[in-house]
């Protein structure tokens, strides 16, 4: 029989972010790897929705929050929970999220692993989360116009590097310049950067 304390260290011992929600997707613990990974402070995610607690860019599309919104009927995070209390065995999908973190909005590619599991209580979700993000970007071959660098969509449209990186993997630029640049572009100001060191 697992006690309590085993069931913890358990869960502490998994090495990936994992999160047990119920069927409304209500986080009933975590472990301090998605602690660290998302961020978390945890007594502020526990009793709150997943996509609300991990700041989901759709958990505002209601004022409801998570699982009302338009785009929600389509979450596969979800969705794949749902399946898991109809009795499916173990899933596990890849999908794509965008998180509001910090006032901005950023893009993960995740691979999830839902099952069920129960405890004492009631019968829950046992939710992992794995980020292929970087691993998705280094597989990737993007076409560039060996001219004037815009980078061709899937559809055929092309982009300039900003709007490219932003609509496919909601990477968002600032814009600065470098020295060679400046010098060239802007040789009063380099020249004063210079003598004002």
């Not at 009302?68 to 999908?93: A, M």
């Not at 004492?120 to 076409?143: F, G, Q, Y």
């Not at 559809?155 to 310049?177: G, Q, V």
Request: glycine residues 4%; charged residues 20%.
């Amino acid at each position: 029989m697992i006690t309590e304390y085993s069931y913890e260290a358990l869960l502490n011992a998994i090495p990936m972010p994992v999160f047990i929600v119920d069927e409304d997707l209500v986080v009933d613990n975590i472990n301090p790897a998605a602690v660290d990974v998302f961020n978390l402070d945890k007594r502020s995610v526990l009793y709150d929705r997943w996509g609300n607690a991990l700041k989901c860019v759709h958990s505002s599309d209601d004022t409801n929050g998570c699982g009302h919104g338009v785009e929600c009927k389509n979450c596969v995070i979800r969705n794949s929970i749902l399946e898991s209390f109809e009795g499916f065995p173990i899933i596990q999908r890849k999908t794509s999220i965008i998180f509001n973190t910090v006032g901005f909005e950023a893009g993960s590619e995740l691979l999830i692993t839902v099952n069920q599991i129960m405890d004492s209580r009631h019968v829950l979700a046992l939710l992992m989360i794995e980020d292929m993000t970087k691993l998705s970007l280094v597989n990737m071959t993007v076409p560039i116009c060996m001219h004037c660098k815009k980078l061709r969509e899937s559809d055929n449209h092309w982009s300039n590097l900003d709007d490219y990186f932003d609509h496919n993997m909601h990477i968002k630029f600032s814009h600065c310049i470098c020295e060679l640049c400046l010098g060239k572009y802007y040789p009063d100001i380099a020249m004063k950067n210079i003598t004002n060191h």
